[in-house]
């Protein structure tokens, strides 16, 4: 499987931006309301640091690209278009929107702490950022709830007579959100709603609507725009409040990112995405040396401008995401290259979730694997760790 990071945000908040910067791909983008019409899906990256330079080797990856030791690991970037009040009512770009929904595992909302855009997306001043963030888990609360009456319904049309489980009605009903029916089990007994739905009220089902919401659709917030004074003052008052703890905030400058992107294409600067520093190398104007002296000013105090940071927070702290390099024991280059590839697996892959995650043939066949750092053997249902190198025995 491949990881999709969604992106979601109300307009003007610079989600193109950010898009834009993590993919360099070509969306349209402007400071006006909508301009975001379709979805689109774009390769980012994450950083890895690299494994092969600990073997002596020299990488050649076969898909995304090494930088100085720092592995670029391909994921998919959906640009989630339509958030809008009603959404889930199907109002709107609202189906589209919640069939994108749907598919992402984890998302990234994009919101302006700058508080310079209303709700709607219009120019404001002192906006709380709050609003937005309550707007969006709201939202997708409510879809969450209409998911859940039908599951309910699903429950009460079963046959007379038949035992009937409301966790396996539930889990079939919202087998899109990658649950099952010990997680949904374990979430109606953790929040006291019990087995019988019969006894639910329309709070309860609110509370478990919700609490499967968080469990399936984690949220990362960028704070977006903390280049703007105002910012700051915003993100200490909602990082503060502690109805927000459930959520992960990574700062983040979109526009410091695309012009260090462009200023790097251009020839003007060195610079590797994510970093705290660049190096000017090339020869900048008056206004465009003063453009980057602010920019350097936000990186170093921020370290980075914060859009490699939040998808690594995304998959990695949130997800629990791991990477696993593919290594050989004697020796770590076959005839296409030398670690060529750097896998993403769920948090608590096994050894035999990898095998199988190479190959279903190689699942089947699997003996042992052999972790390279170590030399020595690991079953198959060890549990692997970020960045660890393995090689996969098998019986053919
Ligand atoms: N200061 C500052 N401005 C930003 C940042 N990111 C985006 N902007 C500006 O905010 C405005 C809106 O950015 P877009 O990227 O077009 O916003 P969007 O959310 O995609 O909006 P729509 O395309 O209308 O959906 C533009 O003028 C951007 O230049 C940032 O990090 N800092």
């Not at 990898?354 to 549990?383: K, M, P, T, W």
Request: glycine share 8%; with cysteine; proline share 5%.
């Amino acid at each position: 499987m491949s990881y999709k990071i969604g992106l979601v945000g109300k307009p003007s908040v610079g989600k193109s931006s950010f898009f834009n910067a993590a993919t360099m791909n070509d969306v349209p983008e402007g400071a006006y309301p909508f301009t975001t019409i379709d979805p689109s899906v774009g390769e980012a990256y994450v950083r890895v640091e690299c494994a092969a330079p600990e073997f002596d080797e020299t990488c050649t990856p076969s898909v995304g690209f090494c930088d100085d030791g720092t592995r670029f690991v391909p994921v998919k970037l959906v640009d989630v278009a339509g958030l809008i009040p009603g959404a889930h009512e199907g109002k709107g770009l609202g189906n589209q929107f919640l069939t994108d929904l749907n598919e992402a595992d984890v998302l990234v909302h994009v919101v302006d702490f700058s508080g310079e855009t209303d709700l709607e997306g219009e120019p404001t001043e002192d906006h709380d950022p709050r609003e937005d963030i309550d707007f969006l888990e709201n939202e997708l609360d409510m879809w969450y709830l209409d998911v859940l009456e039908k599951g309910i319904e699903r429950y009460r049309s079963g046959y007379e007579g038949e035992e009937k489980k409301i966790e396996e009605d539930l889990a079939e009903q919202m087998s899109a959100f990658k649950t099952n029916k010990d997680e949904i089990k374990q979430i109606l007994l953790a929040t006291d709603a019990g087995l019988d739905p019969e006894e639910w009220d329309e709070k309860t089902k609110e509370r478990v609507a919700r609490e499967i919401r968080k469990r399936t659709k984690p949220i990362v917030i960028a704070a977006n725009k903390m280049d703007k004074p105002a910012a700051q003052e915003h993100y200490d008052d909602v990082t503060a409040d502690p109805d927000y703890d459930h959520l992960t905030f990574v700062p983040t400058s979109a526009h410091a990112e695309k012009a260090l992107k462009q200023a790097d294409e251009a020839g003007v600067v060195d610079y590797q995405p994510g970093a705290s520093a660049f190096e000017i190398v090339g020869d900048p104007s008056d206004e465009q040396a003063a453009g980057l002296e602010r920019i350097r000013e936000y990186v170093e105090a921020f370290d980075g401008t914060g859009v490699q940071a939040v998808l690594e927070s995304a998959l990695f702290d949130v997800m629990g995401a791991i990477a696993i390099f593919p290594g050989s024991a004697n020796g770590r280059s076959d005839s296409q290259g030398v670690f060529r590839d750097c896998f993403i697996l769920p948090e608590e892959s096994t050894t035999e979730d990898f095998a199988y995650h190479l190959h279903s043939d190689i699942g089947d066949g699997l003996l042992h694997g052999i972790d390279c750092r170590s030399n020595r053997q690991v079953g198959a249902d060890h549990e692997l760790g970020h960045r660890d190198v393995v090689e996969i025995v098998t019986t053919n």
